[in-house]
């Protein structure tokens, strides 16, 4: 079973930065496709960002609009989602998941981190 962690979540103030990290173990990163997903109290799981096998393409929800980045550490086995100007809306829960491609539909994915909580409030 592919075991994947997330951390780096935090409270943060609007216009503020957090680095979330999904880091690997016993298996290797670069070969899958890395969604991230969010879920806030009471909304369904939505789809933030995905970076394809060996960092071959990137997508993110139309919401992100310049502000998050995806990307692989292949030395580190991990992949880190940089988010800039944080809104409160952006205040969920952030998992990362793995699949062999990537998709906006949660349900492709077969493997989850236990997921970092993300606040943003002043």
């Known amino acids: 079973q592919l075991h994947v962690v997330e951390s780096g979540g935090g409270l943060v103030q609007p216009g503020g930065s957090l680095r979330l990290s999904c880091a690997a173990s016993?298996?290797?990163?670069?070969?899958?496709?890395i969604g991230w997903f969010r879920q806030a109290p009471g909304k369904e799981r939505e789809a933030v960002s995905c970076?394809?096998?060996?960092?071959?393409?990137?997508n993110y929800g139309y919401f992100v609009k310049g502000r998050f980045t995806v990307s692989r550490d292949t030395a580190n086995n991990t992949v880190y989602l940089q988010m800039n100007s944080l809104k409160p809306e952006d205040t969920a829960i952030y998992y990362c998941a793995v699949n062999s491609f990537c998709s906006r539909d949660s349900n492709l994915y077969d493997y989850w981190g236990q997921g970092t909580q993300v606040t943003v409030s002043s």
């Open positions: 016993g298996f290797t990163l670069d070969f899958y496709a």
């Open positions: 970076i394809g096998s060996s960092g071959s393409s990137t």
